[in-house]
């Protein structure tokens, strides 16, 4: 029996096919993935799925019965659950009431049965170990924490078929790892997993079965019931006829010259909490400094400080009046302006355009668009209307060209797709290259081995260890890939502070 | 000075404090209902005119109190159904409405006393809502509860509080106001929950305007006296929760009693500058006390 079928599934947005006559099934209690670039037309056949939009043409059926939903209020009663990317909750409301919502368990007139309602709650979190408050407010939790209010939302409901879309994208190695072992859980519970993901490593780890896309097509389908998902097949269906461009070369001598930051002993305290907490740091010129680290131990306000947005910390920092170009972590609150124009949004840091107009910007932005493989169809579309790829692509051509000497990348490749993120490694090793320095705070160590000079981990607001180049470069190739793993494993101890 | 001061201390004043609440937080109880479900509704001052306007005019065609207060009732939900498919159902501005049917009432008022009484300034005097009668001879606090809408403000500090946060009603018309997204991604009909927001404020605001004239025993012309608007600043400060609205409401009538009672002792105190004390005391309270208030999430954000 299949949980869900897709028979010729097509769905238009003017004259762009996001979906064109797709057809596959999904067996009832599988991991299923859906790969692919963004854009291909995966959130577009799950959204169909969820009743968030309407197919053109095709049919959709769920456990065998031919399903027309018109909202997602439908597939929720068909039992059918999403997890957004980004997450829908309500910050103000606890997560128990974040739950309920839509839901709730009523006693008499209209009366919210709080006791009864907690305890099945509760029921669930014990059951699936996902460890919540149903008491804390919602804002108030990390990412992690608020994917798994997500998540209990769907368990509430009694959904059998969950769908994630890209849900370890903003996980530390360890929640990912967590996270893999309740999509097991789920399946071991009888219920169907769906995962929108573009990282094949965990595909390759927990997919019973991947179906790709590619430019609304589905062009690729393997399963892991013989042998193992052939990873290297899955990527090259994702980006088709089209190399994988390989990330440029770092050329020597690495981090031999002059330190242009040094933090020592910084301390950031905000609303009483200690963010920073005696830091201490060097970033020299013509080096990439990752720092890895879960998110949340201080990496955004080490970020803030270093491009000079906070200077209300205690310390020594050299020079004391710190200035850098920052391709911020959150791209939709501080990297762009959604509703400006691609080309106002480029113009934003330009120094010596201070009067622009239309045919010379157009010009100009028309130009960077090419030289950063923007792809848009026009410079003056809003940034909101292209990709996230896209959209990433801007915010990092922007900040290059303001051309600081220090240059801060904050998740540069996440939620970004495979083609995407090969180009904005290689415009960053470039950067190195010009002798910038580069400070690179990722949460994904393999972006971290593969690009950095020297490795910190961060660990409540200081540095608990340092990498240095020479480790990495041992484990680059293939005879590395044993030490590799060791060094990985290393970094991920320190990351939540077990100590080696 | 002491003539003030003992007329302060004393229980009539306290009365008097409890009274002049009334339309203060039926307006601003009536705001939160709307916002907590996302929608500002700034004409808050217009629905209490209407209903005061339409209330004395039914009572001087009908002479019945009871079909007076459904008929003005009535017109003010036609008027907040009006309101709500221009700001819900439309997505027109909900500032720029609301401003609309604060200069639309306010014109419409002057134009029909015109043409009913002859007069652009007065009605002639009406009977006010009746008394709770046997309510009147507990001691002490019994002018307080006898007086019907006052009795109701009162409860309504628990029913709201209760309806907001206690129920599967209160539960869906917040979630319409934070995040109307997510409500409607778990089958919330977001859209219905904005209009009952709306309504509620128009009948709630109604009731303020219908005490006003009941006091006055008739209607005339700017006889708000923009109390719709401190009932806005009331909520405001009050952080949209019925419990601390109220006591923000009893601020504003505290001086507002206060300056009536500086009028009667002939105290050598300009009235000008009593009248200035409740902005002032507002503009002191969110700064000095309250601090950052923080509105639903997604108030005020066409859905």
Same mark, same amino acid.
Request: charged content about 35%; proline content about 6%; aromatic content about 6%.
């Given at each position: 029996m299949h949980a869900v079928e897709f028979r010729n599934i097509g769905k238009k947005f003017g004259d762009y096919s996001a979906n064109d006559d797709i057809s596959f099934a999904i067996g009832a209690n599988t991991v299923h993935y859906i790969a692919g670039e963004n854009g291909a037309g995966k959130s577009t056949l799950m959204n169909i799925l969820f009743g968030l939009c309407r197919q053109d043409s095709g049919t959709v059926s769920v456990f065998g019965e031919t399903v027309n939903f018109r909202s997602p209020h439908d597939a929720i009663a068909m039992k059918i659950g999403m997890v957004h990317q980004h997450f829908m909750l309500?910050?103000?409301?606890t997560v128990f009431e974040n739950v309920i919502l839509g839901m709730e368990p009523v006693r008499g007139f209209q009366r919210i049965d709080e006791a009864g309602g907690k305890r099945k709650l509760q029921e669930l979190i014990d059951e699936y170990s996902l460890g919540l408050d149903p008491d804390a407010r919602a804002g108030d939790l990390g990412i992690s924490m608020q994917q798994k209010v997500e998540i209990l939302k769907l368990l509430y409901r009694e959904s059998m078929i969950l769908i994630f879309d890209?849900?370890?994208?903003?996980? &530390?190695p360890s929640e990912v790892d967590s996270f893999l072992t309740m999509t097991s859980n789920f399946r071991s519970a009888g219920k169907t997993v769906i995962v929108i993901s573009h990282k094949l490593k965990e595909l390759e780890r927990s997919a019973d079965k991947v179906s790709v896309l590619r430019k609304g097509r589905l062009v690729f389908e393997a399963s892991? /019931?013989? &042998? /193992?998902?052939d990873i290297d097949a899955v990527s090259r269906a994702i980006v088709g006829e089209a190399e994988i461009p390989k990330p440029h070369a770092k050329t020597e001598p690495g981090f031999k010259q002059p330190v242009l930051l040094s933090m020592k002993n910084v301390t950031y305290v905000k609303d009483k909490r200690r963010l920073l907490d005696g830091l201490s740091l060097e970033l020299a010129a013509g080096e990439i400094h990752g720092i890895a680290g879960v998110e949340g131990n201080g990496q955004s306000e080490l970020a803030d400080i270093v491009c000079g947005v906070e200077k209300d910390f205690e310390g020594d920092a050299e020079p004391s009046e710190i200035s850098a170009a920052i391709v911020p972590d959150d791209r939709h609150k501080k990297g762009m302006i959604r509703e400006f124009s691609v080309a106002e949004n480029l113009l934003l840091k330009r120094k010596g355009l201070s009067f622009h107009t239309g045919s010379t910007l157009r010009a100009d932005s028309i130009n960077v668009m090419e030289e950063f493989d923007i792809r848009a169809p026009d410079p003056d579309v809003p940034s909101g209307s292209l990709s996230g790829g896209n959209q990433q692509k801007a915010v990092i051509a922007r900040e290059i060209l303001s051309d600081e000497e220090i240059i801060v990348f904050a998740h540069p490749s996440r939620g970004v797709d495979i083609s995407a993120s090969a180009f904005i490694a290689s415009r960053i090793i470039d950067e190195r290259n010009r002798g910038k320095a580069v400070l690179l705070i990722s949460s994904d160590i393999e972006e971290l081995l593969a690009l950095s000079d020297r490795i910190s981990v961060m660990y409540k607001g200081r540095i608990v260890r340092t990498l240095p180049g020479e480790l990495i470069k041992k484990c680059a190739g293939e005879e590395g890939a044993e030490y590799r793993e060791r060094l990985m494993a290393e970094l991920g101890r320190a990351m939540t502070g077990v100590e080696k | 000075m002491t003539e003030v001061l003992s007329a302060v201390f004393s229980v009539a004043f306290l009365t008097q404090v409890f009274r002049l609440m009334t339309p203060y937080y039926l307006g601003a109880s009536g705001a939160n209902f709307s916002e907590r479900a996302g929608v500002i509704n700034i004409s808050i001052e217009g629905f209490m005119n209407l209903a005061a306007f339409s209330f004395a005019v039914f009572m001087i065609f009908t002479g019945s109190p009871a079909t007076a207060l459904a008929l003005s009732l009535l017109s003010n939900l036609l008027f907040a159904l009006l309101f709500a498919s221009l700001t819900v159902s439309l997505k027109i501005n909900q500032i720029v409405t609301g401003v609309g049917f604060n200069l639309l009432i306010a014109g419409l008022t002057k134009f029909l006393m015109v043409l009913l009484f002859s007069s652009s300034s007065n009605t002639p005097r009406i009977e006010g809502l009746p008394d709770i009668p046997f309510l009147k001879s507990v001691p002490l606090i019994g002018e307080v509860l006898s007086d019907t809408l006052t009795l109701f403000s009162i409860l309504l500090v628990f029913v709201s509080g209760y309806l907001l946060f206690r129920t599967r009603f209160g539960l869906r018309l917040r979630s319409a106001g934070e995040n109307p997204w997510a409500a409607e991604t778990l089958g919330i009909k977001v859209r219905a929950y904005k209009y009952y927001g709306v309504l509620i404020s128009s009948v709630l605001s109604a009731l303020g305007g219908i005490w006003l004239v009941s006091e006055q025993h008739n209607y005339s012309d700017g006889m708000i006296a923009g109390r719709g608007y401190i009932a806005l600043a009331a909520m405001i400060i009050g952080k949209w929760k019925p419990l601390n609205i109220f006591y923000a409401c009893i601020l504003f009538a505290g001086f507002e009693a206060l300056e009536i009672a500086l009028q009667i002792s002939g105290a050598d105190i300009p009235t000008q500058l009593i009248q200035m004390l409740p902005y002032l005391i507002t503009i002191f309270v969110l700064v000095g006390f309250i601090g950052k208030t923080r509105p639903p999430a997604a108030d005020g954000v066409p859905y």
């Open positions: 309500i910050d103000d409301f890209e849900p370890t994208a903003v996980l &530390s892991a /019931k013989e &042998s /193992k998902i | -």
